[in-house]
Antibody, heavy 126, light 111 residues
Framework: QLQLQEWGPGLVKPSETLSLTCTVS??????????WGWIRQPPGKGLEWVGS???????YYNPSLKSRVTISVDTSKNQFSLKVNSVTAADTAVYYC??????????????????WGKGTTVIVSS | QSVLTQPPSASGTPGQRVTISCSGR????????VYWYQQLPGTAPKLLIY???KRPSGVPDRFSGSKSGTSASLAISGLRSEDEADYYC????????????FGGGTKLTVL
């Protein structure tokens, strides 16, 4: 059974870099059927897509965060990572990693989050 | 402010049928499939409906999804206490070089 586990520092100082890693186990990481993504949820608020990466290294970012975000993939370790630069209190959130299934049918190309990690809380504070 | 518009709250009594709406635009719901996620308190979101109206294995057939034009709906029939959760719609938005967008979420209360 596929499992995803986020890990990294739970406290980051303002203006510094937030770094998280997601380890994937129990399933195929190097598959053309999947992207790997990060989604975050500020306290008491809704979900926000941060960005996604393909196992080949191709990345897609939320335009509102693109200038500060980097997602990388390490296929040798079945891991993908998130870095957010110059963080502020607005980056405080639960960060989830997720598998995104990709497919094509007669109507649309599509991909969607089908398996999520449990999430990790990151607080930005001095 | 979320790109997709959902009512902030909904409620029903056990056994009732409730619907949650999700409104978007031609560049998002109008051009792509819609997905629904259930988030129980203190847990990660769980995929409930994919590609407008399909249920993953293990999701009861009490849950159903539909889409028409630039709007979508999630229906829950035979409401149960364990359905009390936050529900989010989501889709791909073809504008701004492409991005995933979510609704603001609907908190469902089972009275």
């Amino acid at each position: 059974q596929l499992q995803l586990q986020e890990w990294g520092p739970g406290l980051v100082k303002p203006s510094e870099t937030l770094s998280l890693t997601c380890t994937v186990s129990g399933g195929s990481f190097n598959s053309s059927s999947y992207y790997w993504g990060w989604i975050r949820q500020p306290p008491g608020k809704g979900l926000e897509w941060v960005g996604s990466a393909y196992y080949s290294g191709t990345t897609y970012y939320n335009p509102s965060l693109k200038s500060r975000v980097t997602i990388s993939v390490d296929t040798s370790k079945n891991q993908f990572s998130l870095k957010v630069n110059s963080v502020t209190a607005a980056d405080t959130a639960v960060y989830y990693c997720a598998r995104q299934y990709a497919g094509v049918d007669a109507v649309f190309d599509y991909y969607y989050m089908d398996v999520w990690g449990k999430g990790t809380t990151v607080i930005v504070s001095s | 402010q979320s790109v997709l518009t959902q009512p902030p709250s909904a409620s029903g009594t056990p056994g009732q049928r409730v619907t949650i709406s999700c409104s978007g635009r031609s560049s998002d719901i109008g051009s792509n499939y819609v997905y629904w996620y259930q988030q129980l308190p203190g847990t990660a979101p769980k995929l409930l409906i994919y590609r407008n109206n399909k249920r993953p294995s293990g999701v009861p057939d009490r849950f159903s999804g539909s889409k028409s034009g630039t709007s979508a709906s999630l229906a829950i029939s035979g409401l149960r206490s364990e359905d009390e959760a936050d529900y989010y719609c989501a889709t791909w938005d073809d504008s701004l070089s492409g991005r995933w967008v979510f609704g603001g979420g609907t908190k469902l209360t089972v009275l």
